[in-house]
């Protein structure tokens, strides 16, 4: 049934908001995806030759195996294989099945704005759950001081915690457009989603009653001033549109960005949710949305049988026939976590809500409607393998690596299946490369071309989450626990600031509370395995011998490329404890308006998404194969 926000006769004015350099950079990324597409087949075709070939060498090598010894070398093959095709299946399913089957239909949505004062009226709604009271008066503060006509839009901030209403009150002698609202003590059910339906309830209950569009922003997210006026053209031009979203971005990235956090971020908001816009398949982001009320009540208000409540209402909302579009601008800043806690947790919270949104979609609710059950299955099959892939890598290849025995299976007396190996596996490397390289050109080089390697150190916190989705029995064998909600990221933060004046008291603090474990496990793994291979090559093996037993072991490229991957990420918590640099000030990444009072992030801390990472590590792999192939044709 067509749906209309009855916005589509307003009569406003409507402008394009995008530079002409801005013009051309959309439509080198529309053939960036399409180039994509062609490029994700051809990986498959490319992965499924060597995976082909290599599983036919073990085979027939477990046929011709009359001695046991030679079994448990079949079976790490066989390991080994089986953790490359999960990273296959996981680049497929997640990242490019839309872009081969919408390529040619996709567009993106327009960067536009609204000019003057006719313009509709918006509830702009803050969610507030306990974090800081100076975090909070900043948004606060920024939404109340919007390029928006006053009278045209409400500022409602939505407190779970009963702890910020005096601080409000006094706020709001200087913007009467400010009201406040705290649920109950006894109603605090569905967190979030609950506190949002709420908040449509009290601004239904003012004077006027509720506005036309409804808005909202997570207590950390500070709007730039021209927020309001580009979301708002999608609904008058499309009076089907039901919901808009846009990008998350950070304005406090430390220097150097140990962690890694900008490259999640760029990786979520300039390669995913930019493919969803251009694809049609928008999904909710959870803060600096803008919704039509009509549809937030066609849908009874907000999801709340999830802990992700955005992607859930943006899946119910565009079953019911309305549009969800996802802008690939940026008009809001937000905290990343200030500690290596914080962003376990963070990284937790983040996975239990994708987890949760999967089996949410299973539900009789959804279960109904085909583009729900496809795109379920997609999410399943790309999760499973993800999980896989990732615990394997970080765990089974050093553990492989240190068994001694060969990680793929060949006839060593045949040059020329050796040969074939090297260059199939090279072919597949390079083309996997090249795909990650048009991701990465998508977000302007600001991401690694091979992702999911980049963050490795993540799978001990990914794997409690992945075990309370599908196997909830063993879940308390987990590294870490995560509620079931958690408040902004912005309250993330284990220690407090003097236990970081030392480097040592540092490396104590992760040692004894970030769960490093496993890390410490890992890295013992790689370490050993290495020194015991390198002292293979040099003592036990010359000539021929020598060149057969690298290319069988961790000096396959491909498994070089995954080992060395593994052990930069179990480097990673030792390193940030004894070199991170010291925390700024929030305030430093600032700069107030003095009539206001509202901050707004400067123009460095904008910056430091510009940031491009260099891959000297992917270059020295690419290099090495070359070597190693050429070396085969030599000898």
Same mark, same amino acid.
């Given at each position: 049934?067509?749906?209309?926000?009855?916005?589509?006769?307003?009569?406003?004015?409507?402008?394009?908001?995008?530079?002409?350099?801005?013009?051309?950079?959309?439509?080198?990324?529309?053939?960036?995806?399409?180039?994509?597409?062609?490029?994700?087949?051809?990986?498959?075709?490319?992965?499924?030759?060597?995976?082909?070939?290599?599983?036919?060498?073990?085979?027939?090598?477990?046929?011709?195996?009359?001695?046991?010894?030679?079994?448990?070398?079949?079976?790490?093959?066989?390991?080994?294989?089986?953790?490359?095709?999960?990273?296959?299946?996981?680049?497929?399913?997640?990242?490019?099945?839309?872009?081969?089957?919408?390529?040619?239909?996709?567009?993106?949505?327009?960067?536009?704005? &609204?000019?003057?004062?006719?313009?509709?009226?918006?509830?702009?709604?803050?969610?507030?759950?306990?974090?800081?009271?100076?975090?909070?008066?900043?948004?606060?503060?920024?939404?109340?001081?919007?390029?928006?006509?006053?009278?045209?839009?409400? /500022?409602?901030?939505?407190?779970?915690?009963?702890?910020?209403?005096?601080?409000?009150?006094?706020?709001?002698?200087?913007?009467?457009?400010?009201?406040?609202?705290?649920?109950?003590?006894?109603?605090?059910?569905?967190?979030?989603?609950?506190?949002?339906?709420?908040?449509?309830?009290?601004?239904?209950?003012?004077?006027?009653?509720?506005?036309?569009?409804?808005?909202?922003?997570?207590?950390?997210?500070?709007? =730039?001033?021209?927020?309001?006026? !580009?979301?708002?053209?999608?609904?008058?031009?499309?009076?089907?549109?039901?919901?808009?979203?846009?990008?998350?971005?950070?304005?406090?990235?430390?220097?150097?960005?140990?962690?890694?956090?900008?490259?999640?971020?760029?990786?979520?908001?300039?390669?995913?949710?930019?493919?969803?816009?251009?694809?049609?398949?928008? @999904?909710?982001?959870?803060?600096?949305?803008?919704?039509?009320?009509?549809?937030?009540?066609?849908?009874?208000? $907000?999801?709340?049988?999830? @802990?992700?409540?955005?992607?859930?209402?943006?899946?119910?909302?565009?079953?019911?026939?309305?549009?969800?579009?996802?802008?690939?601008?940026?008009?809001?800043?937000?905290?990343?976590?200030? +500690?290596?806690?914080?962003?376990?947790?963070? #990284?937790?919270?983040?996975?239990?809500?994708?987890?949760? $949104?999967?089996?949410?979609?299973?539900?009789?609710?959804?279960?109904?409607?085909?583009?729900?059950?496809?795109?379920?299955?997609?999410?399943? /099959?790309?999760? @499973?393998?993800?999980?896989?892939?990732?615990?394997?890598?970080?765990?089974?290849?050093?553990?492989?690596?240190?068994? *001694?025995?060969?990680? /793929?299976?060949?006839?060593?007396?045949?040059?020329?299946?050796?040969?074939?190996?090297?260059?199939?596996?090279?072919?597949?490397?390079?083309?996997?490369?090249?795909? *990650?390289?048009?991701? +990465?050109?998508?977000?302007?080089?600001?991401?690694? +071309?091979?992702?999911?390697?980049?963050?490795?150190?993540?799978?001990?916190?990914?794997?409690?989450? $992945?075990?309370?989705?599908?196997?909830?029995?063993?879940? #308390?064998?987990?590294?870490?626990?995560?509620?079931?909600?958690?408040?902004?990221?912005?309250?993330?933060?284990?220690?407090?600031?003097?236990?970081?004046?030392?480097?040592?008291?540092?490396?104590?603090?992760?040692?004894? =509370?970030?769960? &490093?474990?496993?890390?410490?496990?890992?890295?013992?793994?790689? @370490?050993?395995? *290495?020194?015991? $291979?390198?002292?293979?090559?040099?003592?036990?093996?010359?000539?021929? +011998?020598?060149?057969?037993?690298?290319?069988? !072991?961790?000096?396959?490229?491909?498994?070089?490329?995954?080992?060395?991957?593994?052990?930069?990420?179990?480097?990673?918590?030792?390193?940030?404890?004894?070199?991170?640099?010291?925390?700024?000030?929030? =305030?430093?990444?600032?700069?107030?308006?003095?009539?206001?009072?509202?901050?707004?992030?400067?123009?460095?801390?904008?910056?430091?998404?510009?940031?491009? &990472?260099?891959?000297?590590?992917?270059?020295?792999?690419?290099?090495?194969?070359?070597?190693?192939?050429?070396?085969?044709?030599?000898?």
């Amino acid at each position: 049934m067509a749906r209309n926000n009855r916005l589509g006769a307003t009569d406003v004015c409507i402008e394009p908001a995008e530079s002409q350099g801005e013009k051309q950079s959309r439509s080198m990324k529309v053939k960036l995806f399409k180039w994509q597409a062609v490029t994700a087949a051809i990986c498959i075709v490319a992965r499924s030759s060597i995976l082909y070939f290599c599983t036919i060498c073990t085979i027939r090598e477990l046929q011709q195996s009359k001695h046991p010894a030679l079994i448990p070398a079949n079976v790490v093959a066989c390991v080994f294989l089986f953790t490359e095709m999960m990273f296959t299946l996981r680049r497929f399913f997640a990242q490019h099945l839309q872009a081969i089957a919408y390529g040619p239909k996709a567009a993106f949505h327009p960067h536009l704005r &609204v000019t003057g004062n006719q313009v509709p009226q918006i509830d702009v709604l803050i969610f507030s759950c306990g974090e800081k009271l100076s975090v909070l008066l900043d948004t606060a503060r920024a939404a109340c001081s919007l390029d928006y006509p006053p009278d045209k839009f409400r /500022v409602s901030v939505l407190d779970d915690s009963n702890s910020v209403a005096d601080a409000i009150k006094a706020l709001k002698t200087q913007f009467p457009n400010l009201f406040y609202s705290a649920r109950k003590r006894t109603d605090r059910s569905w967190h979030k989603a609950g506190n949002i339906n709420h908040g449509l309830q009290f601004v239904a209950s003012l004077p006027g009653g509720p506005c036309e569009l409804v808005a909202g922003l997570d207590v950390d997210m500070i709007p =730039e001033k021209q927020w309001l006026r !580009h979301l708002v053209p999608h609904f008058c031009r499309n009076p089907t549109m039901g919901l808009v979203c846009v990008n998350q971005r950070s304005y406090n990235v430390p220097p150097g960005d140990f962690l890694g956090q900008l490259l999640q971020m760029d990786q979520m908001q300039l390669v995913r949710n930019t493919r969803q816009d251009f694809t049609g398949e928008g @999904i909710g982001t959870g803060t600096g949305w803008m919704a039509s009320r009509v549809a937030l009540d066609a849908n009874n208000g $907000f999801a709340i049988d999830g @802990i992700c409540e955005d992607y859930l209402t943006s899946v119910d909302i565009a079953a019911s026939g309305w549009k969800v579009a996802l802008l690939d601008e940026d008009l809001q800043w937000g905290l990343l976590p200030e +500690s290596l806690n914080g962003h376990s947790k963070q #990284a937790q919270r983040w996975l239990s809500a994708v987890l949760s $949104f999967h089996q949410a979609l299973g539900t009789p609710k959804r279960s109904t409607n085909k583009g729900t059950i496809k795109f379920k299955f997609i999410a399943d /099959v790309s999760t @499973i393998a993800y999980g896989m892939g990732m615990s394997l890598c970080y765990f089974g290849i050093p553990l492989l690596v240190l068994s *001694g025995l060969p990680l /793929v299976v060949v006839h060593l007396e045949d040059s020329g299946q050796i040969r074939k190996l090297l260059v199939l596996g090279f072919v597949d490397f390079v083309t996997q490369s090249a795909l *990650g390289f048009l991701e +990465s050109w998508t977000a302007d080089f600001t991401i690694y +071309s091979w992702h999911e390697p980049s963050h490795l150190w993540h799978t001990p916190w990914y794997i409690g989450p $992945f075990l309370r989705r599908w196997f909830p029995r063993f879940a #308390a064998l987990t590294v870490g626990t995560v509620s079931k909600f958690s408040p902004s990221i912005s309250t993330a933060n284990e220690s407090s600031e003097d236990r970081y004046t030392s480097r040592w008291k540092r490396l104590k603090v992760v040692c004894t =509370e970030c769960s &490093v474990l496993p890390h410490l496990f890992v890295l013992g793994a790689c @370490i050993v395995g *290495g020194l015991s $291979f390198l002292n293979n090559i040099f003592y036990q093996y010359d000539g021929a +011998s020598k060149f057969e037993y690298i290319i069988t !072991h961790v000096g396959y490229p491909p498994a070089l490329f995954l080992w060395s991957s593994a052990l930069r990420n179990a480097c990673t918590p030792f390193w940030y404890a004894l070199f991170v640099p010291p925390r700024m000030e929030r =305030e430093k990444y600032l700069v107030r308006d003095e009539k206001s009072g509202a901050a707004y992030p400067t123009r460095e801390a904008k910056d430091q998404r510009h940031r491009r &990472v260099k891959e000297w590590h992917l270059v020295f792999t690419l290099v090495y194969f070359l070597g190693v192939l050429i070396w085969s044709y030599w000898l």
